[in-house]
């Protein structure tokens, strides 16, 4: 069940991904940011924020490790990937942000000395290369035609932070309710965009309130913040961040898919080939075989 969730938090954030970059002319970078939380935080408040009051002295006891992801996952990976939409492409960001499953290989290294076995590094390294190859479309010519900027490196930061979330979830605290968590660092994640989100309406920079960005902001909301990251964390604690982290890579796969069924586009033998090592890869990292790692 837990790979299943898995799939479904990349398929939700793929559509992110693609959207924010379609919608960044008429919806600034932090208002996005401040409404798609806000707007997840009004769905949560119908049957999560009561998790939260209920075990308010759990979570005041917690407070830092909430405040913390609320930090990094909320108000910073997020907010980072929209304001680097600005001004790289949905490829650029992709591509980048599929350096995610080895930040949190270093990251659960670093703090929690949890290693990746030669078999699982394999596995990463297949999936993140079918990745190329279907951003590359095949050929070598088309990724050293690639270029990057800014907007790439704030989305490997964003990356970074996401690492970090992903691999601090092992320290989740005992008893403390998913709902409660969640409806925690959204609360958290908002209070912190607040000034940002002032000081862009200030700078004169506002949303374009149209049916378009309604339904931008109602999508990022439902599905790429509160069911997405309801998913990721349980899947995560679950499976562990390093067997979690493989399956950003069909991000690119899910996009591929969206692009044939709503764009038109046909699908080419490089897109099959790149998908079929993403799984293969994905398998690699995710099944135990052999009796020596059963034992482990």
């Given at each position: 069940m837990s790979y299943v969730?898995?799939?479904?938090?990349?398929l939700f954030w793929s559509g992110n991904f693609v959207i924010s970059r379609g919608m960044h002319a008429e919806i600034p970078p932090f208002s996005l940011a401040f409404w798609r939380w806000v707007a997840a935080f009004a769905i949560l408040s119908f049957f999560a924020v009561k998790h939260l009051w209920r075990e308010r002295e759990l979570a005041k006891k917690h407070y830092r490790f909430i405040c913390i992801q609320g930090l990094?996952?909320?108000?910073?990976?997020?907010?980072?990937?929209?304001?680097?939409?600005q001004t790289t492409t949905a490829i650029n960001a992709v591509l980048v942000n599929s350096c995610?499953?080895?930040l949190i290989a270093v990251c659960s290294w670093v703090f929690y000395r949890e290693m990746m076995t030669v078999r699982q590094c394999f596995g990463v390294l297949v999936s993140l290369s079918g990745v190329v190859l279907i951003i590359s479309r095949g050929e070598l010519a088309h990724l050293l035609a690639v270029s990057f900027n800014q907007g790439d490196l704030l989305v490997l930061f964003a990356a970074l932070l996401w690492a970090i979330y992903s691999a601090n979830l092992k320290r989740y605290p005992q008893?403390?309710?998913?709902?409660?968590?969640?409806?925690?660092?959204?609360?958290?994640?908002?209070?912190?965009?607040?000034?940002?989100?002032?000081?862009?309406?200030?700078?004169?920079?506002?949303?374009?309130?149209?049916?378009a960005s309604v339904g931008t902001i109602l999508y990022v909301a439902?599905?790429?913040?509160?069911?997405?990251?309801?998913?990721?964390?349980?899947a995560v604690r679950t499976v562990g961040a390093n067997k979690a982290g493989p399956f950003i890579h069909?991000?690119?796969?899910?996009?591929?898919?969206?692009?044939?069924?709503?764009?038109?586009?046909?699908?080419?033998?490089?897109?099959?080939q790149g998908i079929v090592m993403?799984?293969?890869g994905i398998a690699m990292t995710t099944f135990r075989v052999g009796r020596r790692e059963a034992r482990g």
């Open positions: 969730l898995l799939v479904l938090t990349t990094v996952g909320v108000a910073g990976f997020n907010t980072l990937i929209y304001l680097a939409m995610i499953p080895v008893g403390l309710h998913p709902m409660a968590y969640q409806s925690g660092i959204v609360l958290f994640g908002v209070l912190v965009l607040v000034p940002f989100y002032g000081y862009e309406l200030v700078s004169g920079k506002a949303m374009q309130v149209s049916v439902l599905f790429a913040s509160v069911l997405a990251f309801i998913f990721w964390n349980r069909l991000m690119p796969v899910f996009s591929t898919i969206l692009a044939v069924i709503f764009l038109g586009e046909k699908i080419q033998s490089y897109h099959l993403i799984f293969i």
